[in-house]
């Protein structure tokens, strides 16, 4: 952005990230918020990962731990800062864990694990085609190569560069020509 002078100004804004979370039997969990339905996680706090971020959110919020796997999409606008009113950057997770006892903090009024299939549809019904599309890619990604979930943010990765742009690659191919429909 820049102002009349041509100045540039800093982006301010806050960044959240969502859980596409894939419990022991591949269901997805879903949480219901006042009269909608959605994905798990939060805002990303200053000074910490962006893995850390999301696992402290899960945890905090569902009192669930979960591996983090890559990411399968990102947005503008799709959530709303509720302080400031602005939209927020979004970051969308294929994560998985093993347990499936949610406890839920006061942000969340209920939860429910459901099948990919009927997640898609029931987030799309607040959120829009794109996470609908989130939830088939985290889906199609399965816990197969070349991504590892992980639970530090600081390990090597046994992938190689090319390895996970082809594999970005082919989950963008089978995206629809227009997800912001």
Same mark, same amino acid.
């Given at each position: 952005?820049?102002?009349?002078?041509?100045?540039?100004?800093?982006?301010?804004?806050?960044?959240?990230?969502?859980?596409?979370?894939?419990?022991? #039997?591949?269901?997805?969990?879903?949480? +219901?918020?006042?009269?909608?339905? !959605?994905?798990?996680?939060?805002?990303? !706090?200053?000074?910490?990962?962006?893995? &850390?971020?999301?696992? +402290?959110?899960?945890?905090?919020?569902?009192?669930? #731990?979960? +591996? =983090?796997?890559? *990411?399968? /999409?990102? &947005?503008?606008?799709?959530?709303?800062?509720?302080?400031?009113?602005?939209?927020?950057?979004?970051?969308?997770?294929?994560?998985?864990?093993?347990?499936?006892? =949610?406890?839920?903090?006061?942000?969340? /009024?209920?939860?429910?694990?459901? /099948?990919?299939?009927?997640?898609?549809?029931? @987030?799309?019904?607040?959120?829009?085609?794109?996470?609908?599309?989130?939830?088939?890619?985290?889906?199609?990604?399965?816990?197969?190569? *070349?991504? !590892?979930? =992980?639970?530090?943010?600081?390990?090597?990765? !046994?992938?190689?560069?090319?390895?996970? @742009?082809?594999? @970005?690659?082919?989950?963008?191919?089978?995206?629809?020509? #227009?997800?912001?429909?």
């Amino acid at each position: 952005m820049s102002d009349e002078s041509g100045d540039s100004e800093a982006f301010v804004g806050k960044i959240t990230q969502k859980a596409i979370l894939f419990g022991p #039997d591949e269901d997805v969990l879903v949480t +219901r918020v006042d009269d909608h339905w !959605e994905p798990p996680g939060g805002a990303y !706090e200053f000074d910490e990962t962006m893995i &850390g971020g999301l696992r +402290r959110e899960l945890r905090e919020e569902l009192d669930l #731990d979960a +591996r =983090v796997g890559p *990411p399968v /999409d990102a &947005g503008y606008g799709g959530w709303i800062d509720g302080t400031t009113g602005n939209p927020m950057v979004t970051l969308v997770y294929r994560c998985v864990t093993e347990e499936t006892d =949610v406890v839920l903090n006061e942000e969340h /009024d209920d939860y429910e694990w459901i /099948d990919p299939e009927t997640a898609a549809d029931r @987030l799309s019904e607040s959120f829009g085609p794109r996470i609908a599309t989130a939830v088939e890619r985290a889906a199609a990604l399965g816990d197969d190569g *070349p991504f !590892e979930h =992980v639970r530090d943010p600081y390990a090597d990765a !046994e992938a190689s560069t090319e390895e996970i @742009l082809d594999a @970005l690659a082919e989950a963008r191919a089978s995206d629809p020509p #227009d997800l912001d429909g």
